[in-house]
């Protein structure tokens, strides 16, 4: 069993810059990649940005440029670096670590960005 903790939300003025984490406690035996994930009110959750065992990343288009998503190995703990934050970015941001078999979520971090 994995548990996840996100930190780091909160309330930003637009052009601001917020750096989300996600600490994982427990095995992550067959853990290999993990992601982030928004939900915006009255939208569905979407992906944000992957990252795999390998260190190979992805973004969905709307924040390539402006949002990093990396791993700490040693912490167990993955973060997402946001810069240049739009209005448009403000939703819940949830963690996800997945593999073959398995998945787990976090239970969400607010990100507010005002304009």
């Known amino acids: 069993q994995v548990h996840l903790v996100e930190s780091g939300g909160g309330l930003v003025q637009a052009a601001g810059s917020l750096r989300l984490s996600c600490a994982a406690s427990?095995?992550?035996?067959?853990?290999?990649?993990m992601g982030w994930y928004r939900q915006a009110p009255g939208k569905p959750r979407e992906l944000v940005a992957t990252?795999?065992?390998?260190?190979?990343?992805n973004y969905v288009d709307s924040v390539k440029g402006r949002f990093t998503i990396s791993r700490d190995n040693v912490k167990n703990t993955m973060y997402l670096q946001m810069n240049s934050l739009k209005s448009e970015d403000t939703g819940v941001y949830y963690c996800?670590?997945?593999?073959?078999?398995?998945?787990?979520w976090g239970q969400g971090t607010q990100v507010t960005v005002s304009s």
């Open positions: 996800r670590w997945y593999g073959l078999a398995t998945e787990y």
């Open positions: 990252i795999n065992s390998g260190g190979s990343t």
């Open positions: 427990g095995s992550i035996f067959g853990i290999n990649a």
